[in-house]
């Protein structure tokens, strides 16, 4: 529970943490929060591009659809897809870290290359290719960020485990015959627990951008998904007029990305006291 | 003389890189596709007119509304009782922009060329026109043995867009018809010269002096094609003077826009471009009747005309547009009915399986048809998925059978005035599956095509036309949508625009700035 109360003594951790939370609330209850739920396929063609009122807290779209609708059930689909594509990541990238760092040698060194190989080329331009070749769907984003992102994992469980591997209480493990699975399992893994937890706070919120960016280039889910980056590509015709269309969205993905951010920075702080922001 | 100084301004303008407002001889164009060859035999859409119609001349050229052939490289025809020889007589002072001059060799050579790569205008020909049945007569006459005779080759023979073959011949690698070398160069004699080119971003044209056709007191010395796919970006970039013209296809709200502006004006002409979806006639369950019907009454009409296009466009019932001969007049068009596409539905035999639409990346009026049909189809127990992408892609997979999409929503603008630019490529299985990409063929329909094809009693075609079209109507052989208007968007500062429903006003040579 302390760390709890840490958590939320920090001002800016704890907006994040409220973001976070009021994300997950929204995607939960989208169907009690939407004012027109069936707005997610339904069109209504002689209320095209209104402007927010009461009625249409966020105006509506170029088929006559309520934004604020549709960007809550967007939420479902932007935390699916941060969820399961940081989620495969880290299933990916941590094990083969962990191994690497371990073992050493030729066989960690083939691994980190492996991993290198994919972190030379900018992550979006990976994912594009990627999406673009299997065709857009909601699943083929997921698949594109799962394979352009699990080195950046691979690489920070390799550097925390190779200094972790050297320290006394490992050689003590070792020294009583614990097996390698046992040392990286019990020993390595909840001591380089929090470095993993920050950088999966901070990656869900770049993983939500770069969804958002192939959604924008047509690469994500077909309409009529009322995914983000793909409500911000179809409104971009009717800027500067319908401003609220792309400025919904927007708004949207800014306040998400912020919340995983903050709450990132927060746990870092929380976890790792050494490298803690600013004097306190 | 008055050309030559501006033309070097305009060209030292280019070179610098000429990024604020153009220069008043200089007219940029922004376009939302891109050019992706500059080869006038491999392609035949009007997004790509451009290259065609400024670079190269044909025999004959479209101009005005309604659409009209004027002699061009060609002064006048001649044809033979039978209707299978057509002796054209030939200009014989003609320079093509290396200063040769042209022969009826070299008209003789384009169409050889043009029928070796079956690509582009020579799916039209390659019916009725064999491999080496075009002669020389002389240096100005050409003659073309047609295999059976032609109601619309006169029509046609715009689109045979003459090169310089010595010049090709030069740069032809392992008997490639000079098609590589063609793709980033010009062999032509038309109103503008190639100066530069790169696929990604467009062409700039510089006028060729010696044009045969001679120039008016008033023109552009250099025209630039760029290529703009954001609407916005073409949109604002009107308005602020960067660019003199854009293409005509923008939704209403953007024309909406930009009457808004002092710097626009919007030409207003009547044309002749009808949006319809394809439909893969083919492949089940769009090759039973039924599933077909059911899909042309899930189209919401009225809405998609009346609020997401606002009423810009009229309703046209068959795929023949409402103002060209040959459209029936008692075909009021399928409606809007979810009841009756239920019925419909409930007959189809096989299985009913998620259906595919693509549409065309840039054009969102292409995405907002499929959608509405999507969320129509959604509320009768069909399910459609949207695939969207660039229009050079869409296009080369609608020729495909194999790889064509179920349905593809887009427009069949007019290449040459004649009811068979769109019943006739669309529906008759002689364009299978070039043109008539939905691989539709009922013997009924394509006897009255066949027919129409070659009589030459005007009469007789119009009643072969419109039978033929009542037939695909009933057959549902596509949902068929709207005939356009034309609505240019153009700068204040640009005059002269000559619209055609051919070409759709992209032949610069008649443009110039305004006083």
Do not use: C
């Not at chain 2, 119609?53 to 044809?79: C, E, K, M």
């Not at chain 2, 109601?151 to 740069?171: C, H, P, Q, R």
């Not at chain 2, 467009?202 to 094609?225: L, P």
């Not at chain 2, 930009?258 to 090759?287: C, G, K, T, Y």
């Amino acid at each position: 529970m302390t760390g709890l109360k840490r958590l939320l003594a920090d001002r800016a951790a704890a907006i994040g943490a409220g973001l976070i939370a009021a994300l997950v609330l929204v995607a939960i209850l989208a169907p009690v929060l939407a004012p027109f739920p069936g707005d997610v396929s339904e069109f209504h063609l002689t209320e095209r591009l209104l402007p927010p009122d009461a009625t249409h807290l966020f105006g509506t779209d170029r088929m006559g659809s309520d934004l604020f609708s549709r960007i809550l059930f967007g939420a479902r689909i932007t935390i699916a897809i941060a969820v399961i594509a940081v989620g495969v990541s880290v299933a990916i990238g941590v094990p083969i870290g962990l191994v690497a760092g371990y073992y050493g040698g030729w066989s960690g060194g083939l691994l980190m290359r492996a991993s290198d190989i994919f972190l030379a080329v900018p992550q979006i331009v990976l994912a594009i290719a990627i999406a673009q070749t299997l065709g857009p769907s909601v699943e083929n984003v997921i698949l594109a960020l799962s394979a352009t992102y699990w080195p950046f994992w691979a690489r920070l469980v390799y550097a925390e485990t190779r200094a972790m591997k050297g320290q006394v209480f490992i050689e003590a493990a070792q020294a009583l015959g614990a097996s390698d699975f046992r040392v990286m399992v019990l020993h390595i893994l909840p001591n380089i627990a929090s470095a993993i937890i920050v950088r999966t706070s901070i990656g869900m919120g770049a993983t939500i951008l770069t969804a958002a960016a192939l959604g924008f280039l047509g690469l994500g889910a077909p309409p009529p998904t009322p995914e983000w980056g793909r409500t911000i590509s179809e409104a971009r015709e009717f800027l500067p007029e319908a401003w609220w269309y792309a400025a919904a969205p927007g708004f949207a993905i800014f306040l998400v990305v912020m919340g995983f951010n903050l709450l990132g920075d927060g746990l870092r702080d929380i976890l790792d006291p050494k490298i803690r922001r600013g004097a306190k | 003389m008055r050309g030559l100084p501006l033309a070097l301004v305009a060209a030292a303008l280019a070179f610098t890189g000429a990024a604020g407002p153009a220069a008043a001889d200089r007219y940029v164009h922004a376009n939302n596709s891109a050019y992706d060859t500059l080869d006038p035999h491999v392609v035949g859409d009007v997004a790509r007119v451009a290259t065609r119609l400024n670079f190269y001349d044909g025999l004959y050229r479209w101009v005005d509304n309604p659409p009209q052939l004027i002699p061009w490289l060609a002064t006048s025809h001649t044809v033979s009782d039978d209707g299978l020889v057509w002796t054209f007589s030939l200009r014989d002072d003609v320079p093509f922009h290396d200063g040769s001059l042209m022969t009826a060799e070299d008209v003789v050579w384009s169409v050889e060329r043009m029928l070796a790569l079956k690509r582009g205008a020579s799916t039209l020909f390659l019916p009725v026109l064999d491999p080496g049945a075009t002669k020389a007569l002389d240096d100005t006459t050409v003659e073309f043995t047609l295999k059976t005779p032609s109601a619309i080759f006169g029509s046609i023979v715009s689109d045979i867009y003459v090169m310089n073959s010595d010049l090709v011949k030069e740069n032809e690698v392992d008997g490639d018809w000079g098609q590589a070398w063609l793709t980033d160069h010009v062999a032509g004699s038309g109103s503008y010269m190639l100066d530069r080119y790169d696929p990604a971003v467009g062409f700039i044209g510089e006028r060729f002096e010696d044009h045969f056709a001679g120039w008016g007191e008033s023109y552009y010395d250099e025209i630039e094609f760029r290529t703009v796919l954001e609407t916005n970006t073409r949109v604002q970039g009107l308005m602020r003077g960067d660019y003199q013209g854009l293409d005509g296809y923008l939704a209403p709200d953007q024309i909406a826009r930009l009457r808004d502006s002092d710097n626009v004006q919007i030409i207003e002409q009547e044309s002749m471009r009808v949006f319809h979806f394809a439909m893969n006639n083919r492949r089940p369950p769009f090759d039973d009747v039924n599933f077909r019907k059911a899909m042309a009454h899930a189209f919401d009409y009225e809405g998609f005309i009346g609020s997401i296009l606002q009423d810009s466009v009229v309703r046209n019932p068959t795929i023949i547009p409402n103002n060209m001969w040959g459209a029936p007049k008692d075909v009021e068009g399928y409606t809007f009915d979810l009841e009756k596409a239920k019925e419909y539905l409930d007959k189809v035999e096989g299985p009913i399986r998620t259906i595919h639409i693509g549409t065309l990346a840039g054009f969102s009026e292409t995405e907002q048809a499929a959608s509405l049909l999507q969320n129509a189809l959604a509320k009768i127990g069909v399910t459609a998925e949207i695939e969207s992408a660039p229009w050079p892609v869409v296009n080369s997979r609608m020729q495909d059978p194999e790889q064509m999409y179920d349905m593809v929503p887009y427009w069949k603008s007019t290449y040459y005035a004649d009811p068979n630019n769109w019943i006739g490529e669309l529906y008759g299985a002689r364009y299978i599956p070039t043109r008539n990409v939905s691989g539709y063929d009922n013997p009924e329909v394509n006897a009255r095509l066949e027919k129409a094809l070659v009589s030459t009693d005007q009469a007789e075609r119009q009643t072969l036309y419109e039978e033929a079209a009542r037939i695909v109507y009933d057959d549902a052989a596509g949902i068929w949508i709207y005939n356009t208007k034309w609505y240019g968007p153009y700068s204040t500062e640009a005059a002269g625009i000559r619209f055609s429903p051919v070409g759709n006003a992209q032949d610069m040579r008649w443009a110039h700035p305004a006083d």
